[in-house]
């Protein structure tokens, strides 16, 4: 059993930073996958960024490269995603998701899910 606790959300300006972090429970969290999604209202869940066990793989959604970055510290536990440049169509829930051995962009892949930090990109 893993539990997935964000946190790092809020309001910023477009063009300005934030910085999520994910920490996790459980001996299993090394060997995973680590994945942030994102919903906005009205739209579905969609993948933003995704790394492997040992960071040395990392996939990012078309709409974030160069802007998002993920990282992960298997010694803390945590997972994070360091967002620049936020646009306004960035505002959404963001949620860590974990569970699995190799990266996809499926969100039903994934078992273990936070209950998500809210961003919103304000003009």
């Known amino acids: 059993q893993v539990q997935l606790v964000e946190s790092g959300g809020g309001l910023v300006q477009a063009g300005g930073s934030l910085r999520l972090s994910c920490a996790a429970s459980?001996?299993?969290?090394?060997?995973?996958?680590m994945a942030w999604f994102r919903q906005a209202p009205g739209k579905e869940r969609e993948i933003v960024a995704a790394?492997?066990?040992?960071?040395?793989?990392?996939y990012s959604a078309d709409s974030v490269k160069g802007r998002f970055t993920i990282s992960r510290d298997n010694a803390k536990n945590t997972v994070y995603l360091q967002m620049n440049s936020l646009k306004l169509e960035d505002t959404a829930v963001y949620y860590c998701?974990?569970?699995?051995?190799?990266?996809?962009?499926?969100?039903?892949?994934?078992?273990?899910w936070g209950q998500g930090t809210q961003v919103t990109v304000s003009s």
């Open positions: 998701a974990t569970g699995r051995f190799t990266i996809t962009t499926s969100a039903a892949q994934y078992v273990y």
């Open positions: 459980g001996r299993t969290f090394s060997t995973y996958v």
């Open positions: 790394i492997n066990w040992s960071g040395g793989s990392t």
